[in-house]
């Protein structure tokens, strides 16, 4: 299928987490046009998603929400949400970006915001941003604070009873909707494509994911968050309140058996915090951290671990080995105790696996750009300008090159823009000296 449209920015910024968007304020606010094209739903990546921020125990959403409001009404910032990046080569001093808009049946120039849609939806679907412990409908606006709030159809589920058609004030629902391709221009690119958790479903050992109450990081932070599926931390198998919750730390990270060799640095912290939260959640549970080292390794991080050990959250030193399903929901955990209990089991109601994280896009095939051995995006000069890649013009930044916290992503995001304006400003003189 042919482009049917092709626009002209001065920078395009590949993914709407949140160095994606500190990106793009960076450079707008300089009064470049700026694209950002995001294959999500909504823009505001995982940092939308997270409960509450280490160190400060800040409100993720709180912090992230005005970004996203930021860019999306940022008079130089065009924001195309749900459209996959085809392509991105350099064609002379040209970016050329060959994009994929996905259908969602939903027109998003008549869509309102209104919700009929999703109030008259009969059908009822797991929904994976609440880490699957509660349901969305099949004609929904992916999550409260989304942006933008259009609406989508999920034909996967749709059983097409046309009630959403019949709801829809602005008859913005279009069943027949088909993608659209479209191509962006720009003299500048920042990837900032983030990661995605290591998929627990390769590791034997923890029960490739299967086992009743054993969840991943990301699920501990929707059970944690105020808006979230239980409004309450509760067991996901039978509802049951837990009174002895565990964390295992490197489930995923510097674990040759899964192949992730690297430390995914923000493990620890997230981990702590998760402990922190939880026992105010539930002041009598009793929280264990399995650890094999822990790197506390930001401002302040490190007095946050002493204030989780004096809350009386218990850390064993110990690579957990083997996870079980045990007796009545409850989960068995197989270590060696490093402070000389020796090889030894435990039981806990309920399970974390502080999975690590991978990389969030694998550019071969679509743009030219190299990636490391961590398969991360490679960048050239790591000590001095950490955002330069390999391709002339286009620069990285957040977990896109590397695991990182927030701090060290938005940083980096300022880092990237910079070298973003001073990679066109150099164009434009060298434009103006052969003119
Ligand atoms: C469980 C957990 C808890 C955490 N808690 C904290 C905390 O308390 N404090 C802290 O400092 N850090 C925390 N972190 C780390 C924090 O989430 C990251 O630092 C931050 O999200 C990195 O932002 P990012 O924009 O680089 O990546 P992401 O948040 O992953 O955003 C990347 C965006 O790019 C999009 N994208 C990917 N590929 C493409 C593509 N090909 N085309 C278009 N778009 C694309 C994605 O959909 C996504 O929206 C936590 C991490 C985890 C896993």
């Not at 004609?139 to 959403?164: H, R, T, W």
């Not at 990837?191 to 034997?204: D, I, R, S």
């Not at 070298?419 to 434009?431: G, Q, S």
């Amino acid at each position: 299928m042919d482009a049917i449209f092709e626009l002209d920015f001065d920078a395009l910024i590949v993914g709407g987490g949140i160095a994606g968007l500190q990106a793009a304020l960076d450079l707008a606010d300089q009064d470049y046009q700026v694209a950002v094209v995001e294959k999500d739903t909504s823009i505001g990546g995982k940092m939308i998603r997270l409960s509450k921020v280490f160190p400060t125990l800040d409100c993720s959403s709180c912090i992230t929400t005005p970004k996203m409001a930021a860019a999306a009404h940022h008079e130089n910032i065009t924001i195309f949400t749900y459209c996959d990046l085809k392509s991105l080569q350099r064609d002379g001093r040209v970016l050329t970006a060959s994009i994929t808009q996905r259908p969602r049946y939903v027109d998003p120039d008549k869509c309102i915001g209104c919700r009929l849609c999703e109030y008259n939806c009969p059908v009822y679907v797991a929904d994976k941003e609440e880490g699957g412990f509660s349901a969305r409908k099949a004609a929904y606006i992916p999550f409260s604070n989304a942006i933008p709030q259009i609406a989508l159809i999920d034909v996967e589920n749709c059983m097409l009873c046309g009630k959403c058609e019949k709801v829809c004030p602005t008859q913005a629902v279009d069943y027949f909707q088909e993608p659209e391709n479209f191509t962006i221009r720009a003299k500048t690119a920042v990837l900032a494509t983030g990661f995605e958790l290591t998929p627990v479903e390769n590791k034997q050992q923890y029960g490739n994911g299967e086992i009743p109450n054993v969840i991943t990081s990301l699920q501990m932070e929707r059970l944690l968050a105020p808006h979230g599926p239980y409004n309450r931390v509760l067991r996901p198998a039978d509802g049951m309140e837990p009174d002895a919750i565990a964390f295992i730390q490197c489930a995923g990270s510097r674990d040759k058996s899964m192949g992730i060799s690297y430390c995914s640095r923000v493990c620890c912290m997230y981990a702590i915090k998760q402990a922190m939260l939880l026992s105010g959640s539930l002041p009598l549970a009793d929280i264990t951290i399995y650890y094999m080292d822990i790197r506390a390794f930001g401002k302040g991080y490190e007095q946050f671990y002493q204030n989780a050990k004096a809350m009386g959250i218990e850390f064993v030193k110990g690579k957990v080995a083997t996870i079980d399903a045990g007796e009545n929901g409850s989960v068995t955990l197989r270590y060696e105790d490093q402070n000389g209990a020796g090889v030894t089991s435990a039981n806990h109601d309920m399970v974390v696996l502080s999975l690590g994280m991978i990389p969030g896009w694998n550019p071969e095939g679509t743009c030219p750009v190299s990636t490391a051995a961590d398969r991360f995006i490679h960048t050239i000069r790591p000590k001095i300008a950490p955002t330069l890649t390999d391709m002339k013009g286009v620069f990285v930044a957040g977990a896109a090159a590397g695991p990182k916290d927030i701090v060290d992503t938005i940083t980096e995001a300022g880092a990237a823009a910079m070298e973003a304006t001073k990679y066109m400003a150099t164009m434009e003189t060298a434009r103006k000296a052969v003119a």
